[in-house]
């Protein structure tokens, strides 16, 4: 399953910042998680809506969106 398949955008919804299935959990409140050194399991814990794709799908929507970033840079 792609990370398209689970992370979604809407516009009225966290001021458009890409979200997990439609919910309020935010793509960048499972990386900040990440970032401070929270397992899959305590993230999990907090956010028992999650799955361990929706992890996952996180950091390919992250690794995606850095290679774009990186493409464009480097096309410029």
Do not use: N, W
């Not at 966290?14 to 309020?24: A, N």
């Not at 996952?56 to 992250?62: I, Y």
Request: charged share 30%; glycine share 8%.
């Amino acid at each position: 399953m792609s990370y398209r398949d689970i992370i979604t955008i809407e516009p009225d919804k966290r001021g458009g910042k890409p979200c997990i299935r439609r919910m309020r959990i935010t793509v960048y409140d499972v990386l900040g998680q990440l970032a401070v050194g929270m397992s899959h399991a305590e993230i999990l814990d907090d956010f028992p809506e999650l799955t361990e794709a929706d992890i996952r799908a996180c950091l390919e929507f992250a690794a995606d969106r850095e290679h774009r970033l990186v493409a464009l840079v480097g096309g410029a």
